[in-house]
C-alpha cells in the first residue's frame, strides 16, 4: 500500500469496540513494482484485545486506545491479522489461551487463529501493481472492524475507501452459531457443501438463512466464501 490504512477494532463512532487497521507505504522498491507498508494496529475497544499477525508481526497486547505499527515488507502476500480476546498468559507473558482466536497458546502467532475470528486480510503488490484489503467473517466474528487507507501527512490519498465492519454481528448471532465471545460461521458448525462452498455446493453457492445476518450488518465484508460479487474487496497502487 502506498498510503496509510488503519485496522481498528471496535467503532467508537457507533459505541461499539472496533480494531482499526490502518496502513502506511514506508518505503517503495526501485522498480516500482511493490512497496512496503506500516500496518497501524489500534483498539477503539474498551477491553484488552491481543492482535495477532502472519506471515509478519506474531502478536502482541493492545490495552484499551493504544495502537501497534506493525512494518510489512514489500510483497507480502497473503497476510491477515486478527484480534484475540478473553486471553489468560503464564508469568512469561508468552503462553496461555484465548476464548477467540487462540494460536495454540502462544502470545506471538505463527499459524492461523482458532474461529470465531474477524479476519483483515491483505496482500502487498500483486496484480497490476495493486494492493488488495479486505475484511473476512468466513471464520466467523468476534470484533467490529474497520480496514481504512490513510495517506500520509505529505501525500493526496490514492484511494480513499476500505472494508468497515461496525456492526455487534454476536448481539445478533442465529442460536445455533453462539460460540463464548463471538458467531462461527455455519460451515464450522454444519460442515456441509451448501455453507462451505465445497463439493456439490461448489457452483451454486448462494447466501443462507445463516450467512444473511452477516452480509446485512456487514456488507463489506466477505461473509462466506464465493460471495465475492457481493463483497468484492479493496484495492489501493502499489506505488503511489
Given at each position: 500500500?502506498?498510503?496509510?490504512?488503519?485496522?481498528?477494532?471496535?467503532?467508537?463512532?457507533?459505541?461499539?469496540?472496533?480494531?482499526?487497521?490502518?496502513?502506511i507505504?514506508?518505503?517503495?522498491?526501485?522498480?516500482h513494482?511493490?512497496?512496503?507498508?506500516?500496518?497501524n494496529?489500534?483498539?477503539?475497544?474498551?477491553?484488552?484485545?491481543?492482535?495477532?499477525?502472519?506471515?509478519?508481526?506474531?502478536?502482541?497486547?493492545?490495552?484499551?486506545?493504544?495502537?501497534?505499527?506493525?512494518?510489512?515488507?514489500a510483497?507480502?502476500?497473503?497476510?491477515?491479522?486478527?484480534?484475540r480476546?478473553?486471553?489468560?498468559?503464564?508469568?512469561?507473558?508468552?503462553?496461555?489461551?484465548?476464548?477467540?482466536?487462540?494460536?495454540?497458546?502462544?502470545?506471538?502467532?505463527?499459524?492461523?487463529?482458532?474461529?470465531?475470528?474477524?479476519?483483515?486480510?491483505?496482500?502487498?503488490?500483486?496484480a497490476?501493481g495493486?494492493?488488495?484489503?479486505?475484511?473476512?467473517?468466513?471464520?466467523?466474528?468476534?470484533?467490529?472492524m474497520?480496514?481504512?487507507?490513510?495517506?500520509?501527512?505529505?501525500?493526496?490519498?490514492?484511494?480513499?475507501?476500505?472494508?468497515?465492519?461496525?456492526?455487534?454481528?454476536?448481539?445478533?448471532?442465529?442460536?445455533?452459531?453462539?460460540?463464548?465471545?463471538?458467531?462461527n460461521?455455519?460451515?464450522?458448525v454444519?460442515?456441509?457443501d451448501?455453507?462451505?462452498?465445497?463439493?456439490?455446493?461448489?457452483?451454486?453457492?448462494?447466501p443462507?438463512t445463516y450467512?444473511?445476518?452477516?452480509?446485512?450488518?456487514?456488507?463489506?465484508?466477505?461473509?462466506?466464501?464465493?460471495?465475492?460479487?457481493?463483497?468484492?474487496?479493496?484495492?489501493?497502487?502499489?506505488?503511489?
Open positions: 500500500m502506498t498510503q496509510m490504512a488503519a485496522v481498528s477494532t471496535c467503532c467508537t463512532h457507533h459505541l461499539l469496540p472496533l480494531l482499526l487497521l490502518a496502513a507505504v514506508a518505503t517503495t522498491t526501485t522498480n513494482a511493490a512497496a512496503a507498508a506500516t500496518l494496529i489500534t483498539n477503539l475497544c474498551p477491553f484488552t484485545v491481543w492482535p495477532a499477525a502472519v506471515p509478519v508481526g506474531g502478536g502482541r497486547r493492545l490495552d484499551p486506545g493504544t495502537s501497534w505499527a506493525l512494518d510489512v515488507p510483497g507480502a502476500a497473503p497476510g491477515r491479522v486478527w484480534a480476546t478473553g486471553c489468560t498468559f503464564d508469568a512469561t507473558g508468552a503462553n496461555g489461551t484465548c476464548l477467540t482466536g487462540d494460536c495454540g497458546g502462544a502470545l506471538s502467532c505463527t499459524g492461523y487463529g482458532e474461529p470465531p475470528q474477524t479476519l483483515a486480510e491483505f496482500s502487498l503488490g500483486q497490476d495493486q494492493d488488495l484489503f479486505d475484511i473476512s467473517l468466513v471464520d466467523g466474528f468476534n470484533v467490529p474497520d480496514f481504512l487507507p490513510a495517506p500520509p501527512p505529505d501525500q493526496s490519498p490514492p484511494c480513499s475507501k476500505g472494508p468497515r465492519c461496525p456492526a455487534n454481528v454476536t448481539a445478533q448471532c442465529p442460536g445455533e452459531l453462539r460460540a463464548h465471545g463471538g458467531c460461521s455455519a460451515c464450522r454444519f460442515k456441509q451448501k455453507y462451505c462452498c465445497t463439493g456439490n455446493g461448489t457452483n451454486t453457492c448462494e443462507t450467512s444473511l445476518p452477516f452480509v446485512r450488518m456487514c456488507p463489506d465484508a466477505y461473509s462466506y466464501s464465493r460471495n465475492d460479487a457481493s463483497s468484492p474487496g479493496f484495492t489501493c497502487p502499489s506505488d503511489k
